[in-house]
Nanobody
């Protein structure tokens, strides 16, 4: 069982930056594929990006060049650095974990564990 706890959300002006953290319990964190999703009000949860255990990353097109995912396996923590934020980035951001990066990584299906989410609001 893995428990995920996000932090770092808040209110920021457009063009600003935030760094989200996701702390994971368990001794096998380094083996997990970690992901970030977001859900805007009234919309479905959507994929933001993912990082494999070895550190390779994949991002959705709308955040490429602005968001960076990293992980510190010694601290059981994954990060989402968000720069050049836009009002359309406003959403609840969720951390997720899974054992294997399958072809369905951009879907919410197949992710075994989820955090409770943290709100990010970008004002114009």
């Amino acid at each position: 069982q893995v428990q995920l706890v996000e932090s770092g959300g808040g209110l920021v002006q457009a063009g600003g930056s935030l760094r989200l953290s996701c702390a994971a319990s368990g001794r096998t964190f380094s083996s997990y594929v970690m992901g970030w999703f977001r859900q805007a009000l009234g919309k479905e949860r959507e994929f933001v990006g993912t990082i494999r255990s070895g550190g390779t990353t994949i991002y959705t097109d709308s955040v490429k060049g602005r968001f960076t995912i990293s992980r510190d396996n010694a601290k059981n923590t994954v990060y989402l650095q968000m720069n050049s934020l836009k009002p359309e980035d406003t959403a609840v951001y969720y951390c997720a974990a899974r054992w294997i990066l399958g072809s369905d990584f951009a879907s919410t299906r197949g992710w075994n564990y989820w955090g409770q989410g943290t709100q990010v609001t970008v004002s114009s």
